[in-house]
């Protein structure tokens, strides 16, 4: 049944301890490493198109708790507001608003958004223990709150940077709970392996280009 309440299976405290550190240790030195390419980025948004170069990005985490992360802007500054205006052409079916072709969307930050580099500055996020690398995407806290209870079973977890989604098609999935059934796949099986393999995936769907 859709609304049956999942509960995902014990971690071993070790695993979790692990998954924890790798987290730290991965995102801290991404974002050292990678902090030259963010500074380009920072200033290509800033000449790009007026407004601020890091969007708040107000979300959901695990077992509901709000927090605010950050990506590089990709759209124009009134966003949210003109978001209203383009709910009769959302994409998805359920409480998520997805649009292919959103005239929001600003030149370089579709650049950004095909090689997912808008989302390189949610490290911190990793950093900071609000987000893990990989775990079920964060949903936005307008649209949690319409969230049947099957869907907000996604947040038994600590939300990731990436997921099953992320590298199953995401532009062709249409449906929030064909979403939420891989997030809860994830759940079920997970294991330091799978995390692994994910990531390894997601680089190759970077490289690709196929982001949205």
Not at 99 to 112: A, H, N, S
Not at 172 to 188: A, F, G, P, Q, T
Request: proline fraction near 6%; glycine fraction near 8%; charge should be positive.
């Amino acid at each position: 049944m859709r609304d049956q309440i999942f509960v995902p299976s014990h971690t071993p405290l070790w695993q979790s301890t692990v998954k924890r550190a790798v987290d730290f240790l991965v995102a801290s030195c991404a974002l050292a490493v990678l902090s030259p390419i963010l500074a380009g980025i920072a200033v290509g948004v800033k000449l790009s198109s007026p407004g601020r170069v890091f969007y708040r990005w107000r979300v959901v985490g695990q077992g509901g708790h709000p927090f605010t992360g950050y990506k590089f802007r990709t759209m124009v500054e009134n966003a949210d507001v003109l978001k209203a205006g383009l709910l009769a052409q959302n994409e998805m079916r359920g409480p998520v608003f997805k649009m292919q072709d959103d005239p929001r969307i600003t030149p370089f930050g579709r650049v950004l958004r095909k090689y997912s580099l808008d989302e390189l500055p949610q490290l911190w996020s990793v950093v900071k223990g609000d987000m893990s690398l990989v775990g079920p995407r964060p949903p936005l806290q307008s649209e949690y709150k319409s969230f049947t209870s099957y869907q907000k079973q996604k947040l038994a977890v600590k939300p990731g940077l990436t997921c099953l989604w992320q590298i199953s098609g995401r532009n062709e999935i249409r449906d929030l709970d064909e979403w939420v059934r891989l997030d809860l796949e994830y759940i079920k099986h997970w294991s330091l392996w799978l995390d692994l393999k994910i990531l390894l995936a997601t680089v190759s769907t970077v490289l690709r280009g196929t982001g949205r």
